[in-house]
C-alpha cells in the first residue's frame, strides 16, 4: 500500500486489488487515475455500480445476470427454445452474444468440476441443467466450455449425465483459428484441429 495515502484510498487500492486480473500495483494505478478524475470517472463509477447492486439479479432460469427475471434472453420468444447452450460463466454468455450467431438459449454452470479446487456437481448448476433438459423442450445441449482439463472433464461429466435424456449433446468444434499460422500454435490445438478436420 502507499505509505502516504490516507485510509480510504488505502481501501480503495485493497479493493480494487482484489478485483480479477489486478494486483496491488495494479490496484494503485487504477486507484489514481479514478481519484484524479473523479468527476468524469470516479463519480460516474460510483453511481453505476450503485445501480448495479441495487438492480442486476441471477436469473432463475438460466442462471445469467440480468434486471430482470427470467433474463431478457430467456424471455425473449424469437430465441430458439430447442437449442440451450452450457457455459461456464456469465462471461461466456456476453462472449457467445457478441458473435451473433447463436440463437438459442443458455445455461451457466457457475464453475467447473475440480477436484484440486474442491468443487463437485453440488457446487455447481447441474441439477438445474438436467431438469430443464429433461422436461422435453430442448433437442439439443452444446456444451461450451473451455479447452481445458477442467473443461474437458466436465463436459464428460455433462454428457454422462445427459446421456439418459436422449437429447442430443454436442461440444463446440475447436482447432485452428481463422487468419491463424500453423507455426504459431501449440501442439494440442493441431492435434485437436486434426481430429476435428472435415471435407473440404
Not at 481501501?11 to 487504477?30: D, F, M, V
Not at 429433461?134 to 445427459?162: C, F, K, N, W
Not at 437429447?167 to 486434426?194: C, E, F
Amino acid at each position: 500500500m502507499a505509505a502516504s495515502a490516507g485510509p480510504e484510498i488505502e481501501r480503495l487500492i485493497a479493493l480494487l486489488s482484489k478485483l480479477p486480473g489486478l494486483g496491488p500495483r495494479s490496484g494503485r494505478r487504477a486507484a489514481l487515475a479514478l481519484l484524479k478524475k473523479r468527476d468524469t470517472l470516479l463519480g460516474p463509477l460510483t453511481a453505476a455500480m450503485v445501480e448495479a447492486q441495487a438492480k442486476v439479479r441471477t436469473c432463475s432460469v438460466c442462471g445469467s445476470l440480468d434486471t430482470s427475471d427470467p433474463c431478457s434472453i430467456c424471455a425473449d420468444p424469437t430465441r430458439d427454445p430447442r437449442l440451450l447452450c452450457v457455459v461456464e460463466e456469465v462471461g461466456s454468455v456476453w462472449a457467445m452474444e457478441r458473435g451473433g450467431q447463436f440463437k438459442g438459449r443458455y445455461h451457466v454452470l457457475g464453475g467447473l468440476l475440480s477436484a484440486l479446487d474442491g468443487v463437485g456437481p453440488e457446487q455447481l448448476r447441474v441439477g438445474e441443467l438436467v431438469s430443464r433438459v429433461s422436461g422435453g423442450e430442448i433437442a439439443e445441449t452444446i456444451l461450451a466450455l473451455p479447452a481445458t482439463v477442467d473443461g474437458q472433464t466436465t463436459a464428460h461429466y455433462l454428457a454422462d449425465r445427459l446421456a439418459p435424456t436422449g437429447v442430443s449433446v454436442t461440444m463446440l468444434a475447436r482447432g485452428v483459428p481463422v487468419g491463424g499460422d500453423l507455426d504459431w500454435l501449440d501442439d494440442g490445438t493441431i492435434a485437436q484441429a486434426l481430429r476435428a478436420r472435415r471435407p473440404a
